[in-house]
């Protein structure tokens, strides 16, 4: 079955550390990848994809991904994290159904929290 | 709006009672998706339009659910006979493209529904 895992329910990481926020997936043919994060409060916001091209892709605020076919990951990374990172991490990968339509597979997402 | 925008924000019903949930996607987006989420839950997959019809309606849970989109941009999604477990964050999103998978989802703000 095509799935996406996040291992880490909850990531703690110092104001001004690197961060990272693991995302392992499970799908037949070349993959498109999404993380998505979500503020308190707030909808799910696009940070970064990667369809295909360099392995590593830079997104919004300052984050950035790198796509490992051999080890089928697509870690979310930061190299200075900022209390305000802290928040819910989604990561999704793009499958085709039966129908030949894409739809988005999600992880159970990572809780963030940047201590200052 | 520029972004994507979903009425009512919050909906409390009670158990058995109709519901509809509105989606005004981003103008000019062919693709609109439903999910649900539950609390501490990736989004669930409901439906999928591409344009007036539904691609994919494989994440629709039961019969009591159904999602219109009859001009090709605002989309409503109906609740008959709403249970306890209907409650949770109905979020909407919409793309570019013709499902090929691989545009960014922008998502609204989401209905938040309460039964009873």
């Known amino acids: 079955a095509q799935s996406v895992a996040q291992p880490e329910d909850q990531v703690n990481v110092a104001e001004g550390n690197p961060l990272t926020v693991k995302c392992t997936y499970s799908?037949?043919?070349?993959?498109?990848l999404f993380w998505y994060v979500q503020y308190p409060n707030r909808g799910l916001q696009f940070l970064l994809k990667y369809i295909t091209g360099d392995n590593l892709v830079k997104g919004s605020y300052g984050f950035e991904a790198e796509f490992n076919k051999s080890q089928t990951s697509f870690h979310l990374k930061k190299p200075s994290a900022l209390v305000s990172d802290s928040a819910l991490y989604f990561c999704?990968?793009?499958?085709?159904?039966?129908?030949?339509?894409?739809?988005?597979?999600w992880g159970l997402g990572t809780s963030l929290a940047v201590n200052p | 709006g520029a972004g994507v925008s979903q009425t009512p924000s919050n909906k409390v019903t009670e158990k058995g009672k109709y519901v509809e949930l509105r989606c005004d996607p981003i103008?000019?987006?062919?693709?609109l998706y439903w999910y649900r989420q539950s609390l501490g839950q990736g989004p669930e997959f409901l439906i999928y339009f591409q344009g007036t019809g539904a691609a994919d309606d494989s994440g629709l849970p039961n019969d009591r659910f159904f999602a219109v989109r009859p001009e090709g941009s605002v989309s409503t999604l109906k609740i008959q006979r709403t249970e306890r477990g209907d409650s949770a964050m109905y979020l909407c999103?919409?793309?570019?493209?013709?499902?090929?998978?691989?545009?960014?989802?922008?998502f609204g703000p989401g209905t938040r529904l309460t039964v009873l």
């Open positions: 999704a990968v793009s499958v085709t159904n039966a129908g030949n339509n894409r739809k988005l597979i």
């Open positions: 103008s000019g987006h062919t693709a």
């Open positions: 799908v037949s043919g070349n993959p498109y």
């Open positions: 999103a919409s793309s570019l493209g013709l499902g090929l998978g691989y545009n960014e989802q922008f």
